[in-house]
């Protein structure tokens, strides 16, 4: 089992920046593959932003060059740095831990959200 907080939410003005960051507890952080979601209300939930345990990371079109996701095991935090926010940009984002064994067992564990809002 494993346990995520998300912190680091908030209202911006559009071009302004946040870092979210996402505390792990329970099991081994270091194995999953970590990534941020979001959902606009009426919207479904899209992927923002993954971070495999190797350290490779993948962006949608829609953030890529704006947004930067990272890692530190030691701290089993996953952040999210967001540049040169958008209105559209607002939404609840959420920090997700994933894995599969070897035995293709999936482990899918979800944080309770966090607000982010652009507006002026």
């Known amino acids: 089992q494993v346990q995520l907080v998300e912190s680091g939410g908030g209202l911006v003005q559009p071009g302004g920046s946040l870092r979210l960051s996402c505390a792990a507890s329970?099991?081994?952080?270091?194995?999953?593959?970590m990534g941020w979601y979001r959902q606009a209300p009426g919207k479904q939930r899209e992927l923002v932003a993954a971070?495999?345990?190797?350290?490779?990371?993948n962006y949608p079109d829609s953030v890529k060059g704006r947004f930067t996701i990272s890692r530190d095991n030691a701290k089993s935090t996953v952040y999210l740095q967001m540049n040169s926010l958008k209105p559209e940009d607002t939404a609840v984002y959420y920090c997700?831990?994933?894995?599969?064994?070897?035995?293709?067992?999936?482990?899918?564990?979800w944080g309770q959200g966090t607000q982010v809002t652009v507006s002026s």
């Open positions: 329970g099991s081994i952080f270091s194995i999953f593959v």
């Open positions: 997700n831990a994933y894995r599969r064994n070897l035995r293709g067992h999936e482990y899918d564990y």
């Open positions: 971070i495999t345990s190797g350290g490779s990371t």
